[in-house]
C-alpha cells in the first residue's frame, strides 16, 4: 500500500482546485501561485503516481478517469481537514475562513447585496465568495459551502433553510408605454403585447409566464407571450421594461422602488401567483461549520424586518 508523503498535502490542494476550475489560469488566481507553478506541481505529482490525472488541450483541462476516481477520495479528505479547522474557529467563538456561496443574481440583490458591509463588519475574518449562477449548481462538486435558490428549485435531498417568505409576481411597464399600449385585463391580453423575455441559463428554454385564475387561486397555468426582447439578466429586463421597451414579470419584491416611484406600473394583479422564497441549501445539518451558521442566521434575521 502506497503511504502519503506529509509534504504532498499542498500539491492535492492545488489538484483538488484545479480539477474544480477546470483551468489552471482560475486555480492559480484562487491559490495565489502562478499557473506555471501549478502545472508543475500536477506533473510531479502525476510522476510520483505514475499515473495522469488531467488531459490537458489549449483550450481546456479535463480529469481522466484516474483523475476522477482519485479526486472522489481527495476531495472528502480535504473536506474534512476543513472540518477541522472550523470546529477549532468555534471553540475559539470566532467565525472565519473562506465561505463559498453559490447563488442566482437576483438572490444576491435582494438577498445579500443590500447587507454586504454590515455582514463584513460583523465578520470581518470571514472571506466571503459569492458565485453569482443563475444556472443549477451541484455545490457539493463544485466545492462550495452551499447555495441559494428558490424553494421549488431544490433537489429533494438537499437541507433547505428558508431565507425568504413567500414571493409574489409582478406584471409591470412603464407609463410611457402604456400611452401606446392598453393595459392588459387578462393573461390573454398580453398576445398583443410587447414582453419582455427570460431565457434560463441552464435549459437555454424561455421563461413561460405563470398566472393563477382569480377564480381559482389554487390553480397555476402558463402564458408564451410574444416579444422582440430576449435576455438571461433580469436586471436588464427591468431596465429595458423602465424605457417603455415592454412589459415585465418578475418578483414584486426586485421592483418595489420602481413600482413606489412610479418608474414601473403594475398590471394583472389579480391574476399574479405566489411562491416559495428562496432557500440556502446544503447537503447536511451535520457539522455545519460556524461561518455557514452565522450567514444563515444574519440574512434570516433581515427577513424579520
Not at 505514475?50 to 488541450?57: M, S
Request: hydrophobic residues 40%; glycine residues 8%.
Amino acid at each position: 500500500m502506497r503511504r502519503m508523503d506529509p509534504a504532498q498535502l499542498p500539491t492535492l490542494m492545488a489538484f483538488e482546485s484545479v480539477a474544480r476550475q477546470q483551468s489552471f489560469t482560475r486555480a492559480a488566481a484562487q491559490t495565489g501561485v502562478s499557473a506555471s507553478a501549478l502545472s508543475q506541481s500536477i506533473r510531479l505529482l502525476e510522476a510520483q503516481l505514475g499515473i495522469r490525472l488531467f488531459n490537458r488541450t489549449t483550450r481546456r483541462v479535463a480529469l481522466t478517469e484516474a483523475g476522477v476516481r482519485f479526486l472522489e477520495r481527495v476531495r472528502p479528505a480535504l473536506s474534512m481537514l476543513e472540518t477541522a479547522f472550523d470546529v477549532l474557529d468555534e471553540m475559539r467563538d470566532q467565525p472565519s475562513g473562506i465561505l463559498r456561496i453559490n447563488l442566482p443574481r437576483i438572490a444576491n440583490e435582494m438577498l445579500v447585496l443590500p447587507h454586504l458591509g454590515e455582514f463584513k463588519q460583523l465578520y470581518p475574518q470571514i472571506t466571503l465568495e459569492l458565485a453569482l449562477d443563475d444556472g443549477l449548481s451541484e455545490i457539493v462538486g463544485e466545492g462550495f459551502d452551499a447555495g441559494i435558490r428558490l424553494g421549488e428549485m431544490l433537489a429533494r435531498d438537499m437541507v433547505a433553510i428558508p431565507l425568504s417568505g413567500q414571493m409574489r409576481i409582478a406584471v409591470a411597464g412603464s407609463p410611457e408605454y402604456f400611452t401606446r399600449h392598453a393595459p392588459p385585463t387578462v393573461p390573454d391580453d398580453l398576445m398583443r403585447h410587447d414582453c419582455l423575455r427570460y431565457r434560463f441559463t441552464t435549459s437555454g428554454g424561455i421563461y413561460r409566464w405563470e398566472f393563477v385564475s382569480p377564480a381559482e387561486p389554487s390553480r397555476v397555468f402558463e402564458v408564451d407571450p410574444p416579444g422582440g426582447f430576449v435576455t438571461n439578466d433580469i436586471r436588464t429586463m427591468v431596465r429595458a421594461a423602465e424605457q417603455g421597451a415592454g412589459l415585465v414579470h418578475v418578483f414584486e419584491g426586485y421592483v418595489g422602488e420602481q413600482l413606489a416611484d412610479g418608474r414601473l406600473v403594475r398590471v394583472l394583479d389579480d391574476w399574479s401567483p405566489t411562491f416559495d422564497g428562496f432557500c440556502l441549501y446544503t447537503s447536511s445539518r451535520a457539522q455545519m461549520p460556524l461561518k455557514l451558521r452565522v450567514l444563515i442566521d444574519f440574512l434570516r434575521s433581515k427577513r424579520q424586518r
